[in-house]
C-alpha cells in the first residue's frame, strides 16, 4: 500500500497496527512480550522456525530473530532483537516463510529468496550446507519452449523441503524426502521441480509440517455425463466390483491401488503410482476372493474375506492400533500370501478405527456438522466416484438409507428404520448413521460395524455425497420387499423414474468463485505417516499427493502443518485435526488420530489456527468480538516445571486479550508468536464484528440448510408440481445466498490476516454479487408465500417440525410460545434479509472512522446506503406478498386458480375503494382488481384481464359531467370507471399508474442501488413496446402483436401473428400496417408461403413491393389496397414449369391494362402493345424468333383487323386479321422485289394462303425511285410512343406529389424528394446490405437543393445537369428510381426476342419521348430552365473566338461567335440516359444495318492492304498534303514506299474513340477532335497557314476513316443522325458529320480499280 494512499486516519493508526508479541511455548500461564527493536514499523507476516523467526514489514524489508546459526557472526549467539536482512533491500518482499532451519521470501515479481541450513537441499542450492545470505532462486518450467520462469504466489517450508505455489496454481517442490510428492528417489533435488501428480488443478494453498506436507486443491467442476473408467489406470484393477449374495448385492468403488504405497528403496523400479484420482489406497479392498493372484504385484482385483461375522472381527482387533503395519517404508510383496495378509490387516485396522471412531464419539458435543442421515450433498466438483451413477440408480430406487445398509449386509427393516430415525450426532462419520449417544449405539454396534466395514473412514460412496446433489433431497424412503434377485441394472431403470433435482449447493457459480474464495475445495497430502498425519487412517508414507476423502465436502479453507500433526480450518469455523496427538495437540482425545477428527474449541467459532512442533493454536470469536486465543498442548505448570501434562481441550491464554485485537497467530519451536492491532476509533473492532457475524450468520443458514431444508425437501406429497418446483427455487436461491456468505466468511478472515484496507473489503468491491443473491432469493421466497408455500408445506411437515419445534425456534430467535409452525417457517427463511441492516450498520461504522472528505467515507457511505434501501425495498416486497397472500385467502375459490401467480402481486382492488363501471347496468356487479401485471374485472362468474403492458389510463376533464372518471384504454376495449370521491380517483389514477409504469420497466426489483428514495415517475410513456394478444377484434383475432404501441393501438415496428400461420413484421400505424413490412402467408396446399415486402397504407399492401407466390410467380411493382395496381413486372414459371413468361407494364386492380410487355418464352414470341382485363386488347406489335414482325390491332387476345406483316426476307402483307397469324379478308401482299398483290387473302401465314387479286409489277423505275410502301409505314400501327409507360411516369409524378404531369406544387415535390431520400436511407441502414460510401456520398449530396436566383446562366445549367446526373444514379431518388425502370423496362422490350430490326425505329422513338416526358419533370423541378431549342445566352466574357478547323483563322462560316448555348432535352439528358440503352438500342442499329456494313467491312479490309503512299495515291490525296516523316514510337523516319499504317496516325487514333463514347454529342466531338488533329498534321508538313477547301479535305479524311477500321460505322452513323440535337445540323459539328457520313456511302460503293 503506498504511502500517498493512505487515508489521514490510518496514517495516525498505522503506529498501532501489526505490534509482534512473543512468548514461550509449552505453557497455558504466559506474559506475552513485546519484540523490541522494531521501533513503530507495521508488521504484516511473520514465520516460526524452531529456535528462530521472520518479520516481514508494512515496506516489503525481512527481518529476522533467534538462533541464527548460518549468519557469519551469529553462529552461537541468540538475535534477541530483529536484524535487517539487508540483501532483501529493494526488493519488495510480500510474503515469508520459515521451516525448521531455513528460510524464504517472495518478492512482487513472483522471484524466490532461499537462505539458512541447506543440508538436505532444501534452500534449492547444490553442495552448499547452509547458505548465509538470501539467494535468489530460478523456478523454470521445461515444458514450455522457450523455458519461461516461474512466478511464485506462497512458500510452505518444512524440515528438509521446501514447496512453492505458482502463479498458475502448480506445486514447485525441492529438497529431500517423500514429502515433495515429485517421482524420484534421488535426493537432494535442488533444482526445483513441479510437483506433476497435482498439475492442472487449482491449489488454494500449501503447508508443511517437518516430513509432511499439504495442499488445498479446488475441486473440479462437476463433468456430467463423463465417462467412469472402468478399471484403475494402472494395475488394471476393477474400479468397482458387484457381488450377489443370496439376498443382497454388495457394491464397492474401495478399489486400493497396491501401486500406490511406497515401496523401500532398495527396489526402485517398482516405484509405480496409481494415477487414477479416484484410486484411493487408505480404502479398504472388498470383493469375493479370488484364488489366481500369481504375481507379485496385483493386477486383478485384491480381495478380502469379510464373511465373517463382523462382531468377532471387532474383538479379534480390539487394540491393534497398528498392527501389522507398523514399519512404514519397506514393505515389500514377495508373494501372494503377503499381499493378501497385508491387505487383510489394512482391511482390520481400517475396520477397527471406523468403529472406535464411532464408539468413542462424546456424547456431550452435539454435532455441527450436517449429518443428517444421509441425505448429504457436498460440494458437486470432488472428483466423481466411479460408483456413483450405479449408486444413484439404487439409491434413487430404493431409498438412500437403505441402499446404504443393505449392501453391508441384510438387516431387518425395523431395524434400518430405528436405525435412521435418530438425527445424527457423529462430527466425524459420514457413512450416514447416528444416535445420541454410546448407549443407543450399542444396540446397533452390529450393523455399525457391517456398515463400516464396507465404507472403511472414508465418505461412503453409497451416499456418494456428489450425487445426492444431482439426484436430490426429495427421495421418498419406501423399499419394494427385500432387495433380493433384483439386477443392479433393474435398479437403474426403476430409479430413472422418480428422479427429481435439487441442487443443494449451487451450481458451480463461476462469478462468485473468482472473485472470492472457494469453499468447493478438497485436502491431499503426502509425505511420511508415521503419526497418522496424513489423514488417511493409515501410517503408510505416501510418495504422491493423495485426496483426504473424508474432508470432502467439509469446505476447508485453510491447512496449517505442525510437527508431527495437521490441521484443517472449515468455513463453519470448525477445526478438523489429525496426526500425533501425544501432547494434546489435537484438540481432542478421540482416537485413532490417523482420520481428521473435530478439535474442541470452545469459542464461538475458530477463524484462524497455527500448528507448532508439538501444540496448537486457535483463534476464536469471543462474545464481544475481540479474538480469544487457546492453546493446545504440553503443560508446565509453574511450581513443577518436570511435571508435564497435555491439555485436556484446548485452554483460553487470558492474558493475550488484554494486549490488543489479535490478527495472526504464528506457531513454532520454542516460541509463539502473535501481530496485534490496537483499536483505534474502533475501525478494527467494527472490522472484527463484521468477520464474526459473517461467520456466525453462515453457521446458521448451514443449520437451516441441513436440519431444516434438505429434510423439507425429502418429505412426500409436498402439494403438487409447481408448489414443488417453487420449494425447489426457493431451496437452490437459498443454497446459492448460504454458499456465498461461506464464501464470504472466509474472505474476511483472510482479509484480517492482511492490510486491512477498507475498500478492498468484498461487500463494497463486489456489491452487486451481494444485492444480486439476495434479491434472487426475495423473489424466490415471495413467490412461495403467494402461492401459500408455507401453509402448504405446514400440513405434510408438521410431524418432522413438531419433533424439532426447539431447533426451529432457536433458528428462527423466535421467543414466544405456541407458534403457529407457518410463523415458525416465515420467520425462518426471511431471517438472511435483516443482515442487510447489519451490513448497512457495520459499514456505517467503519465509515466513521475517516475523514468525512476522504473517498473511502463516501465508498463506505454509499454502499451503507446501498444495502440499507435493498434491506427496506425487500421489506416492502415481503409486505406486497403477505397483502397478496390475505387477499387470495378471501378471494372466491374458482377465479383464484387461474389468476393466482407466483410472481403475481396485489395493489389495490375496488370492494375496498368505491369504483364502478359507467353506465353499468343496475343490477351488474363490477369488482376491479388490480395486480402488478394486470388490471382483473370481474363480474358474477367471469372476469377478464387487461395486461398492464396494454393498458393506458387517463383522467377525465371535469366538464361535461364526468367528475371522477378515469379512462382505461386498451387495445380493443375502451371503457370508464367512476369513482366515489375524487380522493379515490386520484389514488386509483396513481395506483394504475405506478403499475404500469413499473409492468413496463419489467422485473420490479430493479431498484436503483443507493438511490434510496426515487421517486417513480408518474406518467407511463403513452409510446411504448408491449406483447399482446387480440381475442376479439375480427381482422386480428387470436393473433400475438409484438412490438411498439401508442395510446392503445400497435404504432411502429412490431412483428404480428395469426393464428392460421400469417404473419406481418414492419411497421404499424394507429393499429394497422402502415410502412415498410414484410408479410407471409402459408399456402396449406403447396405447403409453401406467400411472401410479400414492401409497403402498406392503412393495413392494405401499397405502394412499391415484390410478391413472391407459392407457385413460384413473383411480382414486382406497385399495389393499391391489397392488388396489383400501376407498374410492374410479373414473372411466372421458371424454365422447368409449363409456360416460364414474363409481364411488364400496367396493371389495374389486379388485371393487366394499359401498355405491357409480354415475353412467351415458350412460344418465342414478345406482345408490345396495350391490354385490357389481362388480354390483348388495341394496338400491338409482336415478333417472334423466326423473325416475323406484325403491328396492327388485337382483340381478346388475337389479331383481329388491320394490320401489318412482315417476314424475315421483306415479304410484306398489309390487310385483315381474323386470328393468330391467319390473314382474312382485304390486303395487299408485297413481295421483296417489288410486286405486289391485291385482293382477298385467307388462311393462316407459312401453311398455304388462298388468294382472290390482282398481281402488280412496277416499272423499274418506280423501284429505284422508292422502297416498298409497307416498310416506310411500319409503326403506324403501334402504340405512339407516348402512350407507353404512362403507369411509370405517373408513379413518378405521384410520388411528386402531382395528381397529373404538371399539376402540382413544386416545392411540395421538393419536400417529398427529401422524405423519400431520409426513409430509404433509414431502411436501407435496417437492411442487412450495406450501402456502398460511394452511393452514401451521392445521397449527402443529393439533399442539398440547387437555388436559383437571377438570371439563368451556363452555370446554373451546369449545376441542374450535375444534379441530374447524381439524382439517376441512386434508385432512392424519384428521378433515379424512373430512370432505373425506363432501363429495365427497355431492356425488357429489346433484348431475347424484342432484338428484331424491324423495331429499330420503334426502339428510337421510345427513347425520344423518354426524353421530351422526363425533360417535363426536370422543367417542373427547375422551373426558370428555359424551354427546349432556347438558347443561353454566353457572357460576354465567355465569348472565345474559338479556332475553326480550318485552320488560324476564325470560323469561315459562323463569322460572329456563337450567340449561345441552345438547351434541348437531348443535350440535357441524354448522357444520363443513353449509357444505359445504349447495349440494347445499338443491338438493333447493327442489325438493321448489317448487309450496309458487311460490303463496308469488305472493302475497308480490301483497301487497307495497301501501304501508306499507295492509298493516298489512290484517294487522290494531294502531294503536298502527304506528310514526308512520320514519327514512329517517339523517333521519326522518312515516309517510304512501303510505310503502312504511319501518317496520320494521330486522328486515326482519335477517330476509333467514337466506339467507346455513346451519346451523339461526344460522338460528335470526336469527329471534331479527328479534324482538328488531320489540319494540325498537314500544317507540320506544309510549315505554313492555309485554308482546306472540300475537296482537299475528302480524300485525306476518307484515308483517315479506312486506317481507323471501325466495323459499325454504319450504325454510329445512323445513330448520330437519329439521335443528335436538331440544331447541330446546319452548324460546323453537322458539316463534319455530312463528311463522315459520305465517307461511309463512298467506301461502300468504292470501285476498286
Not at 464397492?252 to 501401486?259: A, E, M
Not at 476447508?556 to 478438523?576: E, F, N, R
Not at 454504319?1610 to 446546319?1626: A, K, N, R, T
Request: proline share 5%.
Amino acid at each position: 500500500m503506498d504511502s500517498q494512499e493512505r487515508s489521514s486516519e490510518e496514517a495516525e493508526g498505522a503506529k498501532e497496527r501489526g505490534l509482534v508479541y512473543v512468548w514461550k511455548a509449552g505453557s497455558c500461564l504466559v506474559t506475552p512480550e513485546r519484540l523490541p527493536g522494531l521501533s513503530g514499523k507495521t508488521v504484516l507476516q511473520a514465520a516460526l522456525g524452531i529456535h528462530h523467526g521472520l518479520l516481514l514489514t508494512e515496506g516489503g524489508e525481512v527481518y529476522s530473530f533467534g538462533k541464527l546459526p548460518w549468519r557469519s557472526g551469529l553462529e552461537e549467539s541468540r538475535a534477541n532483537s530483529p536484524i535487517l536482512e539487508n540483501t532483501l533491500l529493494g526488493h519488495h518482499v510480500i510474503t515469508v516463510a520459515a521451516g525448521s532451519f531455513h528460510n524464504g521470501a517472495v518478492t512482487e515479481s513472483g522471484v524466490v529468496y532461499m537462505w539458512g541450513n541447506n543440508s538436505a537441499g532444501q534452500c534449492a542450492v547444490a553442495n552448499q550446507p547452509c547458505v548465509p545470505e538470501p539467494q535468489p532462486i530460478s523456478i523454470s518450467d521445461s515444458e514450455t519452449s522457450p523455458l519461461l520462469s516461474v512466478r511464485i504466489l506462497q512458500l510452505a517450508c518444512g524440515e528438509e523441503h521446501t514447496l512453492a505455489l505458482s502463479l498458475s496454481r502448480e506445486i514447485w517442490a525441492w529438497g529431500s524426502g517423500c514429502q515433495l510428492g515429485l517421482i524420484t528417489t534421488t535426493f537432494p533435488v535442488t533444482k526445483p521441480q513441479k510437483v506433476e501428480h497435482l498439475a492442472g488443478r487449482v491449489v488454494l494453498q500449501i503447508a508443511c509440517g517437518a516430513y509432511h506436507s499439504l495442499a488445498l486443491v479446488q475441486c473440479l467442476p462437476v463433468q456430467e455425463m463423463k465417462p467412469i473408467p472402468e478399471r484403475c489406470n494402472h494395475c488394471s484393477q476393477l474400479l468397482i466390483t458387484m457381488t450377489d449374495k443370496e439376498d443382497h448385492v454388495i457394491i464397492s468403488d474401495s478399489h486400493c491401488c497396491p501401486l500406490g504405497i511406497a515401496l523401500s528403496d532398495n527396489q526402485p523400479e517398482n516405484h509405480v503410482f496409481c494415477p487414477s484420482l479416484e484410486t484411493l489406497e487408505g480404502k479398504n479392498v472388498t470383493s469375493s476372493q479370488s484364488e489366481d493372484c500369481q504375481k507379485p504385484l496385483v493386477e486383478e482385483h485384491t480381495l478380502v474375506g469379510l464373511e465373517s461375522d463382523g462382531a468377532s472381527m471387532l474383538s479379534s482387533n480390539d487394540g491393534q492400533e497398528d498392527s501389522g503395519i507398523s514399519s512404514p517404508g519397506n514393505i515389500l510383496f514377495p508373494d501372494k500370501k503377503e499381499v493378501k495378509e497385508y491387505l487383510i490387516s489394512l482391511s482390520e485396522r481400517s475396520l477397527n478405527e471406523s468403529l472406535e471412531k464411532n464408539i468413542c464419539t462424546e456424547p456431550e458435543q452435539p454435532s455441527q456438522e450436517e449429518q443428517l442421515s444421509a441425505c448429504i450433498p457436498g460440494p458437486p466438483g470432488t472428483s466423481t466416484s466411479a460408483l456413483n451413477s450405479l449408486v444413484a440408480s439404487c439409491a434413487s430406487a430404493v431409498g438412500v438409507r437403505v441402499a446404504a445398509t443393505y449392501e453391508a449386509g441384510a438387516l431387518s427393516l425395523k431395524k434400518v428404520m430405528n436405525f435412521y430415525g435418530t438425527p445424527s450426532s457423529e462430527p466425524g462419520s459420514q457413512s450416514g448413521s447416528g444416535s445420541p449417544g454410546p448407549e443407543a449405539l450399542k444396540d446397533s454396534r452390529e450393523e455399525q460395524v457391517r456398515l463400516e466395514s464396507m465404507q472403511g473412514k472414508k465418505s461412503s460412496s453409497l451416499v456418494d455425497i456428489r450425487e445426492e446433489e444431482s439426484e436430490g433431497g426429495s427421495r421418498r424412503l419406501s423399499l419394494p420387499g427385500l432387495l433380493s434377485q433384483v439386477s443392479p441394472r433393474l435398479l437403474r431403470k426403476v430409479g430413472r423414474a422418480k428422479m427429481r433435482t435439487v441442487a443443494l449447493t449451487p451450481t458451480y457459480s463461476g462469478e462468485a468463485d473468482a472473485l472470492l474464495p472457494s469453499l468447493r475445495t478438497e485436502v491431499w497430502s503426502w509425505g511420511k505417516g508415521k503419526e497418522g498425519q496424513l489423514g488417511h487412517g493409515d501410517v503408510l508414507p505416501r510418495l504422491q499427493p493423495l485426496c483426504v476423502k473424508s474432508l470432502d465436502g467439509k469446505e476447508v479453507i485453510h491447512l496449517s502443518a505442525g510437527g508431527h500433526h495437521s490441521l484443517a480450518l472449515t468455513a463453519k469455523s470448525q477445526v478438523y485435526s489429525w496426526g500425533s496427538n501425544i501432547s494434546g495437540q489435537l484438540g481432542h482425545w478421540n482416537s485413532p488420530t490417523t482420520v481428521p477428527r473435530l478439535a474442541k474449541v470452545c469459542g464461538d467459532g475458530v477463524w484462524s489456527t497455527a500448528a507448532g512442533l508439538d501444540y496448537s493454536l486457535f483463534l476464536a470469536d469471543e462474545q464481544d468480538f475481540q479474538p480469544g486465543l487457546y492453546y493446545s498442548g504440553q503443560e508446565t505448570t509453574e511450581n513443577n516445571l518436570y511435571e508435564n501434562s497435555c491439555t485436556k481441550s484446548p485452554v483460553l491464554l487470558l492474558s493475550c486479550s488484554k494486549i490488543g485485537y489479535i490478527s495472526n497467530v504464528i506457531a513454532g519451536g520454542d516460541n509463539c508468536l502473535v501481530l496485534v492491532d490496537k483499536n483505534v476509533m474502533g475501525y478494527i473492532a467494527s472490522l472484527h464484528e463484521l468477520a464474526s457475524t459473517e461467520r456466525r450468520f453462515y453457521f446458521k443458514l448451514s443449520e437451516i440448510k441441513s436440519q431444516v431444508l434438505r429434510p423439507l425437501l425429502g418429505l412426500d406429497n409436498l402439494g403438487n408440481a409447481n408448489t414443488i418446483q417453487l420449494l425447489q427455487e426457493m431451496a437452490s436461491r437459498f443454497s446459492k445466498l448460504c454458499y456465498l456468505i461461506g464464501q464470504h466468511g472466509a474472505s474476511l478472515s483472510s482479509f484480517l490476516h492482511g492490510v486491512k484496507e477498507a475498500r478492498s473489503l468484498a461487500i463494497l468491491k463486489h456489491s452487486s454479487l451481494f444485492l444480486d443473491s439476495y434479491t434472487e432469493y426475495c423473489t424466490s421466497v415471495t413467490n412461495f408465500l403467494v402461492m401459500g408455500g408455507f401453509m402448504l408445506l405446514a400440513k405434510p411437515a408438521i410431524d418432522f417440525l413438531s419433533k424439532n419445534q426447539e431447533l426451529l425456534q432457536k433458528l428462527c430467535e423466535k421467543n414466544e410460545e405456541n407458534l403457529q409452525l407457518v410463523e415458525v417457517l416465515n420467520a425462518l427463511f426471511f431471517m438472511p434479509f435483516g443482515r442487510l441492516h447489519n451490513y448497512a450498520r457495520t459499514l456505517l461504522k467503519l465509515a466513521t472512522c475517516f475523514e468525512v472528505a476522504s473517498p473511502e467515507y463516501q465508498k463506505l457511505q454509499d454502499s451503507s446506503s446501498c444495502y440499507e434501501s435493498l434491506a427496506v425495498h425487500l421489506g416492502r416486497k415481503r409486505k406486497e406478498a403477505e397483502y397478496t397472500l390475505g387477499f387470495w385467502k378471501t378471494f372466491p375459490g374458482k377465479m383464484t386458480d387461474s389468476l393466482r401467480k407466483p410472481e403475481r402481486r396485489l395493489i389495490c382492488e375496488s370492494s375496498n375503494r368505491g369504483l364502478s363501471l359507467q353506465h353499468a347496468g343496475r343490477f351488474s356487479v363490477n369488482w376491479f382488481i388490480l395486480f402488478n401485471d394486470a388490471l382483473v374485472h370481474a363480474q358474477f362468474s367471469t372476469h377478464h384481464i387487461f395486461p398492464l403492458s396494454t393498458l393506458w389510463v387517463e383522467a377525465l376533464s371535469e366538464e361535461a359531467g364526468n367528475v371522477n372518471g378515469l379512462k382505461i384504454t386498451t387495445p380493443e376495449e375502451q371503457f370508464v370507471l367512476v369513482s366515489s370521491t375524487p380522493q379515490e380517483k386520484t389514488k386509483w389514477l396513481r395506483a394504475i399508474s405506478q403499475a404500469v409504469d413499473q409492468a413496463l420497466k419489467g422485473t420490479s426489483d430493479l431498484i436503483l442501488y443507493g438511490a434510496g428514495g426515487n421517486v417513480p415517475r408518474q406518467e407511463p410513456p403513452i409510446s411504448r413496446s408491449a406483447k399482446y394478444t387480440f381475442y376479439k377484434d375480427p381482422r386480428f383475432k387470436d393473433a400475438v402483436y409484438d412490438g411498439r404501441w401508442l395510446s392503445g393501438k400497435p404504432h411502429g415496428r412490431g412483428i404480428l401473428k395469426w393464428a392460421d400461420g400469417r404473419m406481418y413484421s414492419g411497421t404499424f400505424r394507429t393499429g394497422l400496417e402502415d410502412g415498410y413490412g414484410e408479410y407471409r402467408v402459408p399456402n396449406k396446399v403447396l405447403n409453401k408461403d406467400d411472401h410479400y415486402v414492401g409497403y402498406w397504407k392503412e393495413g392494405k399492401m401499397c405502394g412499391h413491393g415484390v410478391y413472391s407466390y407459392a407457385t413460384g410467380e413473383v411480382y414486382e411493382g406497385c399495389f393499391q389496397d391489397n392488388m396489383r395496381h400501376g407498374h410492374g413486372l410479373l414473372r411466372s414459371g421458371k424454365l422447368t414449369s409449363s409456360s416460364p413468361s414474363m409481364f411488364i407494364g400496367q396493371w389495374t386492380m389486379d388485371k393487366k391494362s394499359g401498355y405491357g410487355v409480354f415475353d412467351d418464352i415458350t412460344r418465342g414470341e414478345k406482345y408490345m402493345g396495350m391490354w385490357q382485363d389481362d388480354l390483348c386488347q388495341g394496338n400491338g406489335v409482336v415478333v417472334t424468333q423466326f423473325g416475323l414482325y406484325y403491328e396492327g390491332a388485337f382483340s381478346t387476345n388475337k389479331m383481329m383487323g388491320t394490320g401489318i406483316l412482315l417476314s424475315e426476307d421483306d415479304t410484306v402483307y398489309e390487310g385483315e386479321f381474323s386470328d393468330n397469324w391467319t390473314l382474312s379478308g382485304k390486303g395487299t401482299l408485297t413481295l421483296p422485289n417489288g410486286d405486289y398483290i391485291e385482293g382477298l387473302f385467307s388462311g393462316e401465314w407459312g401453311s398455304g394462303i388462298k388468294i382472290t387479286g390482282t398481281y402488280f409489277k412496277p416499272s423499274l423505275y418506280e423501284n429505284e425511285k422508292d422502297k416498298p410502301k409497307a416498310l416506310r409505314k411500319l409503326g403506324i400501327l403501334a402504340v405512339p410512343p407516348d402512350e407507353k409507360w404512362k403507369a411509370v411516369f405517373e408513379e413518378c409524378w405521384n410520388q411528386l406529389g402531382c395528381e397529373s404531369p404538371g399539376q402540382g406544387d413544386r416545392w411540395k415535390a421538393w419536400d417529398n424528394i427529401a422524405v423519400a431520400l431520409t426513409t430509404n436511407r433509414r431502411q436501407h441502414k435496417d437492411s442487412p446490405e450495406l450501402l456502398s460510401r460511394s452511393h452514401t456520398q451521392t445521397l449527402e449530396s443529393l439533399e442539398f437543393i440547387p437555388q436559383h436566383i437571377g438570371a439563368f446562366t451556363l452555370e446554373k445549367y451546369e449545376n441542374i445537369k450535375k444534379y441530374l446526373i447524381k439524382a439517376c444514379d441512386t434508385p432512392l431518388h424519384p428521378l433515379g428510381k424512373l430512370v432505373e425502370t425506363l432501363v429495365a423496362v427497355y431492356r425488357m422490350t429489346y433484348v431475347g426476342v424484342g432484338a428484331n430490326r424491324r423495331l429499330l425505329q420503334e426502339a428510337v422513338r421510345e427513347i425520344k419521348s423518354y426524353l421530351k416526358r422526363i425533360f417535363q419533370l426536370v422543367r417542373f423541378l427547375f422551373p426558370d430552365l428555359p424551354e427546349e431549342g432556347s438558347t443561353i445566352p454566353f457572357l460576354t466574357t465567355e465569348t472565345k473566338g474559338r479556332r475553326s478547323f480550318c485552320s488560324g483563322k476564325s470560323d469561315s462560316r459562323s463569322e460572329s461567335p456563337e450567340p449561345g448555348y441552345v438547351v434541348t432535352s437531348f443535350g440535357l439528358l441524354l448522357p444520363v440516359l443513353l449509357p444505359r440503352l445504349y447495349p440494347p438500342l445499338f443491338m438493333l442499329y447493327a442489325l438493321e444495318n448489317e448487309r450496309e456494313e458487311d460490303i463496308y467491312w469488305e472493302c475497308v479490309l480490301r483497301l487497307n492492304k495497301q501501304t501508306d503512299m499507295a492509298l493516298l495515291s489512290f484517294l487522290g490525296v494531294q502531294a503536298k498534303f502527304w506528310p514526308g516523316t512520320v514519327s514512329i514510337l517517339g523517333e521519326s523516319r522518312k515516309v517510304s514506299s512501303n510505310t503502312k499504317d504511319a501518317c496520320f496516325a494521330s486522328a486515326v487514333e482519335c477517330l476509333q474513340q467514337i466506339s467507346t463514347t455513346f451519346t451523339p454529342a461526344d460522338k460528335l466531338k470526336v469527329i471534331q477532335q479527328t479534324f482538328e488533329e488531320i489540319s494540325q498534321n498537314v500544317l507540320e508538313t506544309l510549315q505554313e497557314d492555309f485554308l482546306w477547301s472540300m475537296d482537299d479535305l475528302f480524300p485525306v479524311f476518307l484515308y483517315v476513316v479506312l486506317r481507323a477500321r471501325i466495323r459499325n460505322l454504319g450504325s454510329e452513323v445512323h445513330l448520330i443522325e437519329d439521335l443528335m440535337d436538331p440544331y447541330l445540323q446546319h452548324g460546323e459539328q453537322g458539316i463534319m458529320f455530312t463528311t463522315l457520313k459520305a465517307c461511309y456511302y463512298q467506301i461502300q460503293h468504292e470501285k476498286l480499280t
